[in-house]
C-alpha cells in the first residue's frame, strides 16, 4: 500500500497546520512501531474493548455518544479484531452502507461526527482526488492502495483511552460514593431536627433549623463536581455533629441511660415534616409507616430494567441497589424531597397516579432537573390531570428515551 504523509481533505475540508502536525506525529510513530522502536507501548488493542473505553472516557475527548456510534460503524468495517496502528487501517464504506451500520444516521448528521472525530485525534480522511472511497488491488487481490477513512490514530491513542476509562470508572464511583453519603447526611440531619422540634426540645432548634435552611445544597444531578461535592460533604459533617450534639445535650439523664431504643426509633418513624425549604429544595423525607391513604398500588406495564435504562439517576439513590419496584419508590421518596416536592404534593400525586407511575415521573424529573425550575409545582400540574383521568406516564418516558437515542 502506498503511503502519505497527510491528505488534502477533500470538497469543504481544510488542510491545517494542526492536522498536518498531527499526521506527521502519526507517521513518525508508525516507522518506529514497525522498526520495533515503539518501547512498551505497541499502539494496538481489540477493537471492540476500545471502543468501550472510549465511550467512558468520551468527556475527556469531547465526543457525543452518537460521534462514537459512527466510530463503532467505521470499525466494523474492519477484518481484524485487533486495531494495529503501525500501518494505515483504512475502511472505505459507500455513504449508504455507512448509513446503514450507523443506524440510519443522516448524511449532515455523518458529516458533523466525522469532523468531530477528526478533531479529536482519532482519525485521518484519506481521500482520493475526487473524493471517492475506494481500494486498488493487485493482480493477487491484495490492496495497493486504498482512500477513505484511516482508523490508525484511535489504534496509537489504545493506552491513553484505556488509561483515561479506568479514570473515569475511578472518579464515578468517588462520584458515587460521595453523593450517597451527602445524601445520608440530609436526611439524618433532617430527621434529627424534625424530632426535635416535635418533642419541643430546648437548645435553640428554631435557629438551628433556620441555619439549616440558609445552606444552598440544591440537587445533585449526575457529573456534579467531585470537588463540590467534597466541599459539601464536609459542610454537612461538621453540621451533623453539631446537630447531635445539640440533640443529646437536650436529652434528660433518665433518657440517656434507660431510653435509647425509644429515641432512636422516634428519629427513624418521625411522622411529623421539617417545616422549611432550602432554597427551593424540601429537605425532609416522608416516614410514616402504615399510612392508609394511599391509593392501592397500580402495576405499570413497563419493565423496570426499562425504566433504569431510560432514567438511570434514580439508581445512585436506592441504599443496596434497585432489584424491585419497592427500591424504586422507597428512591423517589428521597428524591421528591430533594427536588424540592413537599410532602403534600407527594401523598397526592401517589394517590392520583398510583405508587409506581408517581415514582416514575419524580424519576423523570430527576434525569430533567436542569430544565424544570419548580419541581414541586410541576407535578402538583401533572397530579391534576392525573385526577381527572387525563395523564398517562408513558408519553413522557417516549420522550426521554427518543432524546438519549
Not at 113 to 142: I, W, Y
Not at 309 to 335: E, F, K, T
Not at 371 to 397: H, N, Q
Request: proline share 3%; net charge neutral; hydrophobic share 40%.
Amino acid at each position: 500500500m502506498v503511503e502519505r504523509l497527510a491528505t488534502t481533505p477533500f470538497g469543504g475540508g481544510r488542510m491545517t497546520a494542526r492536522l498536518f502536525a498531527r499526521q506527521a506525529s502519526v507517521a513518525e510513530r508508525q516507522e518506529k512501531l514497525r522498526a520495533g522502536d515503539g518501547g512498551n507501548d505497541k499502539g494496538a488493542s481489540d477493537k471492540w474493548q476500545l471502543i468501550r473505553a472510549l465511550t467512558e472516557a468520551r468527556d475527556h475527548f469531547g465526543l457525543s455518544d452518537r460521534a462514537i456510534g459512527l466510530l463503532e460503524a467505521l470499525v466494523s468495517f474492519t477484518t481484524d479484531r485487533v486495531l494495529d496502528g503501525a500501518n494505515p487501517i483504512i475502511v472505505f464504506p459507500s455513504n449508504r452502507e455507512l448509513s446503514l451500520r450507523a443506524r440510519g444516521m443522516a448524511p449532515a448528521t455523518i458529516r458533523r461526527h466525522l469532523t468531530a472525530l477528526v478533531e479529536a485525534g482519532l482519525l485521518f480522511r484519506r481521500d482520493s482526488a475526487n473524493g471517492k472511497r475506494f481500494c486498488r488491488r493487485d493482480d493477487n487481490g491484495v490492496v495497493e492502495d486504498a482512500f477513505g477513512f484511516d482508523l490508525a490514530p484511535l489504534a496509537l491513542k489504545s493506552s491513553e483511552i484505556l488509561s483515561l476509562a479506568e479514570q473515569a470508572r475511578a472518579q464515578a464511583r468517588m462520584i458515587r460514593a460521595q453523593r450517597s453519603e451527602v445524601t445520608l447526611h440530609l436526611r439524618d440531619i433532617s430527621k434529627i431536627i424534625t424530632t426535635a422540634l416535635e418533642e419541643g426540645r430546648d437548645g435553640g432548634w428554631a435557629e438551628i433549623a433556620a441555619e439549616f435552611q440558609e445552606m444552598s445544597f440544591g440537587s445533585l444531578p449526575r457529573g456534579y463536581d467531585p470537588a463540590l461535592l467534597n466541599a459539601l460533604r464536609e459542610r454537612l459533617t461538621a453540621f451533623r455533629i453539631k446537630v447531635e450534639n445539640a440533640y443529646l445535650s437536650s436529652l434528660s439523664e433518665q433518657e440517656m441511660s434507660g431510653n435509647d431504643d425509644h429515641n432512636e426509633r422516634h428519629i427513624q418513624n418521625s411522622n411529623t415534616d421539617l417545616p422549611f425549604e432550602l432554597k427551593g429544595q424540601r429537605v425532609t423525607e416522608k416516614a410514616k409507616p402504615g399510612d392508609t391513604t394511599l391509593a392501592p398500588n397500580r402495576k405499570m406495564a413497563i419493565s423496570l430494567e426499562r425504566m433504569k435504562r431510560i432514567c438511570p439517576q434514580i439508581a445512585d439513590y436506592a441504599r443496596g441497589g434497585m432489584s424491585g419496584w419497592q427500591d424504586l419508590i422507597r428512591a423517589a421518596d428521597l428524591v421528591r424531597s430533594m427536588l424540592g416536592v413537599s410532602p403534600d404534593a407527594w401523598q397526592k400525586a401517589k394517590a392520583a397516579m398510583g405508587e409506581q407511575a408517581a415514582s416514575i415521573v419524580v424519576a423523570i424529573m430527576l434525569e430533567r432537573a436542569d430544565e424544570i425550575r419548580s419541581p414541586g409545582g410541576y407535578l402538583r400540574d401533572l397530579t391534576r390531570k392525573a385526577e381527572k383521568s387525563a395523564f398517562s406516564v408513558y408519553p413522557m418516558l417516549q420522550a426521554l428515551e427518543r432524546q438519549t437515542e
